[in-house]
């Protein structure tokens, strides 16, 4: 029907960032400096241990240390905050990442907050996200972030254009809409409430879904040539989106795996180098 | 055409609002608490010093103080920063109002983040804004919480309605557009590169103006039946939509003026007795 749509493979935009991080590392190893991310696992959720280990690898792969917490089920809301407050005054660590979602008993907000903004590298706080709402954040959420940077590689027209967003979480939907919104689109956000979802989706230049529903967009729900991101990952190795049906509509398309998750995690890699350059800096006007 | 349009009267909802602040403003006094409201205004911009002036007198006849502390035009960012910190500093003083635009040589959003947020009755800082968009404000933006409020009083459902926002600033598109979406609208943000954007506005089930340009919503744009809320406030008394026009379309319509206008400063004073009773409520727990 359509020309075949481009594929837009999140491993090569993954590499591409990774790639420029190499030099930066190494200028940090020079001034004894090695990026350190410290990531919080509650809890014993298997997807969430398989994320917290992709992270580690990652991290090790490219000379970013990598220091893993893992608390039990039963860890109190106060617990996990004395744990962050450890980390938070911990010079040798960077970036701090809480795994979520937490087990049920904990203020999953509050914990967030606890986080200290100069090492909130996914953008959890409150105030990360609206420094990122205003466009001026220096860690926007890791998959909102990985979003805009698949469109950036891959030189997608934003501006002007009507941007549908499927999830409002205040880590991926609400900022995600912000971005785009910041980047000059029309954006739409979509939710559970929707009425006529269909036909708000087929408004979209640019679809994100980020609903946690497996196969959830429908192919025929999708206006020909429109770009279609899906930042779902459910159970099985599927998107949000249903791939092979709206590959047929799409002018682009973000497989699953291999689409926003790699970007994602190489996102947060540049946030802990980030991170830790600003530490470099103020320890060099000291 | 359409049945005759229900004009949503800002002056009837205002007078909602602050007839029940008197019962509290009074249980205040029995505390020898008087709520007071600081506003600061830098420049000689007639308009702004309207407003100013109307804030001020809306404080006086419900009872609550009002400062008003008037700098010059090339007051610096530092200057109105420290008398920021003076007013947080200052216990008699439960809310502060800083009155934009600010001159240009003053770095507003520095300005406004001085703010303490317990004294942020405007909800300018970043941090109000998060906790607005994540539904849990204490202090939502005066114009956005109006426009709810207005909403609210005339039983206008939200949930499942598509509602159009025209207007991205921090302070009003974006925080009304956060606000519609935690009340389960589907919400779509346009603003000045919006590709057809009389396509879009058609759209919207609730259609929110907040442009700034006098009469610039007009009325074919509108689709029949659709809830009007007009934001703007011009020079000659005039909104940002064509209300002739749009009253012959829309099954309701906020008129300009006596619309959003009063219910915008009686959310001010609301705030400020709500700053004032959280205050009372830790000395007596003190």
Same mark, same amino acid.
């Given at each position: 029907?359509? %020309?075949? *749509?481009?594929?837009?493979? /999140?491993?090569?935009?993954?590499? &591409? ?11 940090? =190893? ?27 690898? %990652? ?50 907000? *509050? =914990?967030?907050?606890? @986080? %200290?903004?100069?090492? &909130? ?27 805009? *940077? ?5 030189? @997608? ?7 549908? $967003?499927?999830?409002?979480?205040? @880590?991926?939907?609400?900022? $995600? ?7 000059? %689109? ?22 994100? =879904? ?8 429908? /192919?025929?729900?999708?206006?020909? /040539? ?13 998107? &949000? ?11 682009? @398309?973000?497989?699953?795996?291999? /689409? ?12 802990? $180098?980030?991170? *830790? ?10």
């Amino acid at each position: 029907m359509t %020309a075949e *749509a481009l594929i837009l493979d /999140g491993n090569v935009v993954a590499a &591409d960032i990774k790639e420029k991080l190499l030099e930066r590392i190494q200028g940090l =190893a020079e001034q004894a400096i090695v990026p350190c991310l410290a990531t919080i696992l509650v809890g014993e959720d298997p997807s969430s241990a398989t994320y917290v280990r992709m992270k580690g690898n %990652a991290c090790k792969r490219l000379g970013i240390e990598s220091i893993r917490i893992d608390l039990p089920t039963e860890t109190t809301t106060e617990q996990l905050i004395e744990t962050i407050h450890k980390l938070n005054a911990d010079p040798k660590v960077h970036g701090i990442l809480l795994q979520h979602p937490v087990p049920e008993q904990i203020d999953e907000r *509050a =914990a967030f907050e606890a @986080i %200290a903004i100069e090492k &909130d590298v996914d953008g959890v706080t409150a105030l990360g996200f609206a420094q990122n709402a205003f466009g001026y954040a220096d860690f926007p959420s890791c998959t909102p972030a990985a979003i805009v *940077a698949i469109l950036d590689y891959y030189k @997608i027209p934003v501006e002007g254009k009507h941007a549908v $967003v499927i999830g409002r979480s205040p @880590i991926l939907g609400k900022p $995600v809409s912000l971005m785009l919104l910041n980047k000059n %689109a029309t954006v739409t956000t979509c939710h559970s409430k929707t009425e006529n979802l269909e036909d708000v989706v087929r408004l979209g230049d640019i679809i994100v =879904a980020a609903v946690g529903k497996p196969k959830f967009i429908q /192919g025929d729900w999708i206006k020909p /040539g429109a770009v279609v991101l899906d930042a779902g990952y459910n159970k099985g190795n599927v998107g &949000d989106v249903d791939y092979d049906r709206c590959l047929e509509k799409a002018s682009a @398309i973000t497989p699953v795996p291999a /689409g926003v998750g790699p970007v994602t995690i190489a996102t947060l890699l540049k946030h802990t $180098v980030d991170a *830790a350059e600003k530490v470099a800096k103020r320890k060099s006007i000291d």
